[in-house]
């Protein structure tokens, strides 16, 4: 018997923005950053009285290149052909130049675009795109430069204990590397609040010099037993990641600001990781994202999922060469304020919403609750 099923609308009626500006819970930075709030563009597309969500942690400036550029190109576009949408966007841009604000833009609504599409066909995006597991293992993320050795230790044992996640990771590279007794210290504290079995991660946001990078992990990793040092220099350096990935014996990781294939491609072909990041809120969506994937696949390399974590887990359920997903202080944080459905975290494993009738990547904006957030 012939399978049939309702005709989706042939359109997108509609796309809307809405930007989100909220406080982080207390100061915050990294080696080569420090921030207090976070800015939250969120772009929907409707079609057949059905919405798609996306968003990105970005610019307002997101918003306004949504509005301006993208609008036009999205709407009236069929969504079942969410990959010929994301190349007009991105054709509708060259002038502006893609990577950075634009990227993310395009990300928000590539996001959306997937969303609408599932939603339309009665679908869980996972299920749209097909799983190569049933769970996503997710690694701790926070440990702020900011943070007192209480607050520290409050959210690794958070983490270890109460959410049963065996891998964290703590930012280090303080002030441009100037400070890396204290990183030291951190990172020994670190290890002794997770104990031995959980996996101790670093990220130094490109804040030391090649050098210092090697005689500063060469400590954390002999010392410590720090398996993963991400941006150990400048993720523009992809000489010196390859210097200090040949060096030491603990994992390097880059790719947070890749912000289209070619970028990822340079990467790998430079060899510069031994694990790619990437954030499909800023390298281009899902679309892009999955791309990515395959790049890293081709070069016998794993994928983790940048920051994000509630967006990255239907296409973090898609990739066999998942390695993981950043489970991301501030957005675990506020996704849960502005949006409902987001996928439960249990044994340090992110898994899709339970109930058959979850739809799309199952999220959606709470208006009434985001609404004292905005600024947009
Ligand atoms: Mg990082």
């Given amino acids: 018997m012939a399978v049939t099923r309702a005709r989706p609308d042939p359109e997108v009626g509609a796309l809307d923005t809405s930007v989100y500006r909220v406080p982080t819970d207390r100061p915050e930075a990294d080696g080569t950053l420090a921030w207090s709030a976070t800015t939250v563009v969120v772009a929907r597309a409707h079609a057949g009285g059905v919405t798609g969500t996306g968003w990105t942690y970005a ?26 949408t994301h190349e007009a966007m991105v054709r509708a841009c060259r002038n502006l130049g893609r990577p950075g604000v634009v990227a993310c833009g395009v990300s928000a609504v590539d996001v959306a675009l997937w969303d609408l599409k599932a939603r339309l066909l009665g ?28 607050t ?95 060096r030491l014996d603990v994992d390097v990781a880059a790719g947070e600001y890749g912000y289209d294939e070619p970028y990822f491609r340079r ?27 395959a790049l890293a696949y081709a070069a016998g390399i794993r994928i983790s999922g940048h920051c994000a974590p509630h967006l990255h887990l239907p296409v ?34 992110l898994r899709q919403a339970p109930g058959a009738g979850a739809l799309g990547h199952g999220m959606a904006l709470r208006q009434a609750d985001a609404d004292r957030f905005r600024v947009g």
């Fill in 267 to 293: 990467m790998l072909a430079a060899g510069s990781v031994d694990c790619l990041q990437a954030d499909v809120t800023r390298c281009g969506g899902y679309t892009s994202w999955l791309r990515v994937a």
């Fill in 59 to 84: 610019s307002p400036a997101c918003a306004v290149v949504i509005e301006d550029q993208l609008v036009r190109v999205v709407t009236g576009s069929d969504p079942m052909d969410v990959v010929g």
């Fill in 316 to 349: 973090a359920l898609h990739v066999p060469n998942l390695a993981h997903v950043e489970y991301f202080h501030d957005h675990a944080r506020l996704d849960p304020m502005l949006f409902d459905g987001l996928p439960p975290l249990a044994g340090g494993l």
């Fill in 152 to 246: 520290t230790t409050a959210q690794l044992e958070r983490w270890v204990g109460e959410l049963g996640i065996p891998r964290v990771k703590i930012k280090v590279g303080e002030s441009w590397g100037s400070d890396q007794h204290r990183d030291l210290a951190r990172t020994a504290l670190a290890r002794r609040v997770v104990g031995v079995e959980t996996e101790l991660f670093v990220d130094a946001n490109g804040g030391y010099t090649r050098k210092q990078a090697i005689r500063v992990g060469r400590r954390m990793s002999e010392d410590h037993s720090v398996t993963w040092f991400e941006e150990p220099v400048s993720s523009d350096d992809l000489d010196g990641l390859r210097m200090v990935r040949d």
């Fill in 123 to 150: 679908l869980a995006l996972p299920e749209l795109l097909g799983r190569s597991r049933g769970a996503v293992p997710v690694y701790g993320s926070g440990g702020f430069t900011t943070y007192d050795d209480a």
